[in-house]
């Protein structure tokens, strides 16, 4: 499924924090948002997964207005896994991931006990099924949802800051599960070696707008990450895939 973003603004307290974006993830890509913190990529994706209308400009799947669909029928076809999520009631890990199968009517308790056993199984949190879910850590946590959203079995997943709270290996476990399945994935990332490693696409996010896009290996350059990060880059190759991997210190002090 295609999502498209085309020419959205988003305004708060009289200031635009995301103007004009556009963006396009084909089918199946997995397309990455990096930015520094505060430059509208948390915002933005609040808008593909409907937690905020934009003041202009439309989210589309397969062109359809994403906006104007009903919220069991945007549901089926989207998930989202946003950086903050609360729960009041202590339910067990095992109903937090049944959650996902709500927006689906043609359900039996077979085939949603079968999917849900599914999900807990490919994000390593089967043996926590009977565990309340707010004595979590915050890694399992985070593993939790991610089993509850492909629970839902969706065509689209958006996920911001999916590595919050795992550990290197939890890392790369998550971002290979999500590149193998087949989802169509927009997501926003901070680290950006995890961001070279797994994405397609790389979308640039500075100051609410998009200032670059490309393959990683081509917009990961020192130039831009000075200018949007203020860091400087030193590119290097993984000793034995030979991917990009990038070292990073302070930018010298100007005179």
Do not use: W
């Not at 903050?84 to 049944?98: G, K, L, P, Q, R």
């Not at 996902?100 to 009517?105: D, I």
Request: neutral net charge; hydrophobic residues 45%.
């Amino acid at each position: 499924m295609r999502v498209g973003i085309e020419d959205v603004t988003v305004e708060a307290a009289g200031r635009r924090l995301v103007e004009d974006v556009r963006l396009t993830v084909e089918p199946g890509a997995f397309v990455g948002l990096v930015g520094p913190n505060g430059s509208g990529k948390s915002t933005l994706l609040r808008c593909v997964y409907r937690a905020l209308r934009p003041a202009a400009g439309m989210v589309r799947l397969d062109g359809d207005d994403l906006h104007a669909m009903d919220a069991r029928a945007a549901a089926r076809l989207l998930a989202a896994l946003p950086q903050e999520s609360s729960a009041e009631f202590d339910y067990t890990v095992a109903e937090v991931v049944a959650m996902g199968r709500t927006p689906h009517r043609d359900r039996t308790a077979a085939a949603d006990r079968e999917i849900r056993e599914r999900a807990m199984a490919r994000t390593g949190v089967a043996h926590l099924a009977d565990r309340g879910f707010l004595a979590l850590s915050g890694g399992e946590k985070q593993r939790v949802l991610m089993a509850r959203a492909l629970a839902q079995q969706p065509r689209v997943l958006v996920l911001d800051e999916p590595t919050n709270h795992l550990d290197i290996a939890h890392q790369l476990d998550v971002l290979s599960l999500v590149r193998d399945s087949g989802l169509t994935v927009l997501a926003a990332l901070h680290d950006l070696n995890l961001a070279a490693a797994h994405c397609d696409l790389l979308y640039v996010v500075c100051e609410g707008r998009i200032v670059a896009c490309g393959p990683p290996h081509d917009v990961l350059r020192p130039q831009l990450l000075a200018e949007v990060f203020g860091v400087r880059a030193h590119r290097v190759r993984h000793p034995e895939t030979g991917a990009l991997r990038l070292l990073f210190d302070l930018l010298p002090p100007t005179t």
